[in-house]
């Protein structure tokens, strides 16, 4: 592969991942190389190549290869992605405590997060909403980074970015989200691991049953609608 097509290929990768994480692309939009070669000036192959790439990252699906597809989560794989990260994330945050990995760098850098997470919280655009969900991933991947083992951190940010293709399609407030997060950050400050881990968990366990509402309700919609 050619630098100047590999280049074409990780642009198109980029904004198309944007474009689904943000919102713009939704679950079950049909993906056309064609359609979307145009849109980025570019021809179809990078677009192609891209599209395997966000296929691998769990956000695009080709049904018995019939095109490609933004994925629509349903409530079972919803159900497993959360449970996933209920397995990685506060066992992660445990580690951190013992290998060195919680640092007052560490416990400042959560504190911005949260202050700039409270601020897009209260706003009520769509940009508000991306921004928000944009600093919830940063959040809970700063916390599996601190256990300082990049496979898991590679496995857990694929894990966030399909569950917040989710989130983005819900017009929740956001505020318990922000009082949980900082009931984290507290616990994690003042050095107690096992109450940290245990606000995290129940964090994700809460955030699972918003998204399971969701896309039951989505589901019985499309139900009815049938």
């Known amino acids: 592969m050619s630098l100047s097509r590999a280049t074409l290929a990780d642009r198109a990768y980029a904004e198309l991942r944007d474009r689904i994480l943000s919102g713009r692309?939704?679950?079950?939009?049909?993906?056309?190389?064609e359609e979307l070669a145009?849109?980025?000036?570019?021809?179809?192959t990078p677009i192609k190549e891209a599209l395997i790439r966000l296929?691998?990252?769990?956000?695009?699906?080709?049904?018995?290869?019939?095109?490609?597809?933004?994925?629509?989560?349903?409530?079972?794989v919803v159900e497993e992605l959360c449970e996933a990260r209920m397995m990685i994330e506060p066992p992660s945050l445990l580690n951190?405590?013992?290998?060195?990995?919680i640092t007052?760098?560490?416990?400042?850098?959560?504190?911005?997060?949260?202050?700039?997470?409270a601020r897009h919280a209260e706003g009520g655009?769509?940009?508000?909403?991306?921004?928000?969900?944009?600093?919830?991933?940063?959040?809970?991947?700063?916390?599996?980074?601190?256990?300082?083992?990049?496979?898991?951190s590679a496995w857990h940010a694929k894990l966030l970015c399909q569950t917040h293709t989710v989130l983005v399609c819900r017009n929740d407030s956001y505020g318990s989200a922000i009082g949980e997060?900082?009931?984290?950050?507290?616990?994690?400050?003042?050095?107690?691991?096992?109450?940290?881990?245990?606000?995290?968990?129940?964090?994700l366990h809460e955030a699972m049953a918003n998204m399971l509402r969701a896309v039951r309700l989505y589901e019985d919609r499309s139900t009815s609608r049938g």
């Open 25 to 33: 692309l939704g679950g079950g939009r049909r993906l056309l190389p």
């Open 104 to 117: 007052a760098e560490l416990v400042a850098s959560l504190r911005r997060n949260l202050a700039l997470h």
């Open 125 to 152: 655009t769509l940009d508000d909403l991306q921004m928000a969900l944009a600093l919830d991933r940063e959040f809970h991947e700063m916390i599996v980074a601190a256990a300082d083992n990049e496979t898991v």
């Open 96 to 101: 951190a405590f013992v290998s060195g990995g």
């Open 38 to 44: 145009g849109d980025l000036d570019i021809s179809p």
């Open 55 to 76: 296929e691998a990252d769990g956000l695009v699906e080709s049904p018995l290869r019939k095109g490609a597809f933004v994925r629509r989560f349903t409530a079972r």
């Open 181 to 203: 997060h900082a009931a984290i950050v507290d616990a994690i400050a003042e050095g107690r691991p096992q109450e940290a881990a245990e606000a995290l968990h129940r964090h």
